[in-house]
């Protein structure tokens, strides 16, 4: 069956820090790969996402994921940063070929610092 | 354009009464989904409509949970008599792709729903 995990629940860095957020998948062939940020009391706002090509993509608010298949990850990267990122990122899963539900991993809730 | 929007935003109801919950998808979108996000459970999937085929239920939890979608538009998700642990925020989403395709959802805000 198909699994999303996301090691880290809860991390804390400081204004300005660089920022790697992990997910590992388990799944037979390559997924769609998405990453999701919550802010409190909002929805879930896509980030970025990998469908196939280039294994390293851009998303919003400067942030970025690398898919390895070799490792089964798809980490998410901001090299600096800012106050406002602190919320629950979501990384999820999309089998293709298939209705599209995603399957989620439980979420890691990001903390800045001043 | 308008996003994805739900209502009521939040719900109290009482152990054993039935709610819905709405959902209006972002205009042209053809598929839809209903999500749960509880504290011991994290997101989980719930539903999913596709145009007009028939809708895939593999996550509803149990026969009181119920969705429909009129017009290919416009979802309504029925909890009947409703539990302690359904007490969840319930997300929609909706997607521009059919199945083969994009895969891209777009969320709304939620409906929290507490249970008493």
């Known amino acids: 069956a198909q699994s999303v995990t996301q090691p880290d629940i809860h991390i804390t860095v400081s204004e300005g820090a660089s920022l790697e957020l992990r997910c590992n998948y388990s799944y037979g062939a390559t997924p769609y790969l998405f990453w999701y940020v919550q802010s409190p009391g909002q929805g879930l706002q896509l980030l970025l996402k990998?469908?196939?090509?280039?294994?390293l993509v851009q998303g919003i608010k400067g942030f970025e994921a690398e898919f390895k298949r070799s490792q089964s990850s798809f980490n998410l990267r901001k090299p600096s940063v800012h106050w406002s990122d602190a919320a629950e990122y979501f990384c999820?899963?999309?089998?293709?070929?298939?209705?599209?539900?995603?399957?989620f991993g439980q979420g890691t809730t990001l903390q800045v610092k001043p | 354009g308008a996003g994805v929007s739900q209502s009521p935003s939040n719900k109290v109801t009482e152990k054993g009464k039935d709610v819905e919950l709405r959902c209006d998808p972002i205009?042209?979108?053809?598929?839809l989904y209903w999500y749960r996000q509880s504290l011991g459970q994290g997101l989980e999937f719930l539903i999913y409509?596709?145009?007009?085929?028939?809708?895939?239920k593999s996550g509803l939890p149990s026969d009181r949970f119920s969705a429909e979608r009129t017009g290919g538009s416009v979802s309504t998700l029925t909890i009947q008599r409703t539990q302690q642990e359904d007490s969840a925020v319930y997300l929609c989403?909706?997607?521009?792709?059919?199945?083969?395709?994009?895969?891209?959802?777009?969320f709304g805000p939620g409906t929290r729903l507490t249970v008493t």
């Open positions: 990998y469908f196939s090509g280039d294994t």
């Open positions: 409509f596709q145009g007009n085929s028939a809708p895939d």
């Open positions: 989403a909706s997607s521009p792709g059919q199945d083969g395709g994009s895969y891209e959802q777009y």
């Open positions: 205009s042209g979108h053809t598929a």
């Open positions: 999820a899963v999309g089998r293709r070929g298939n209705t599209g539900k995603l399957i």
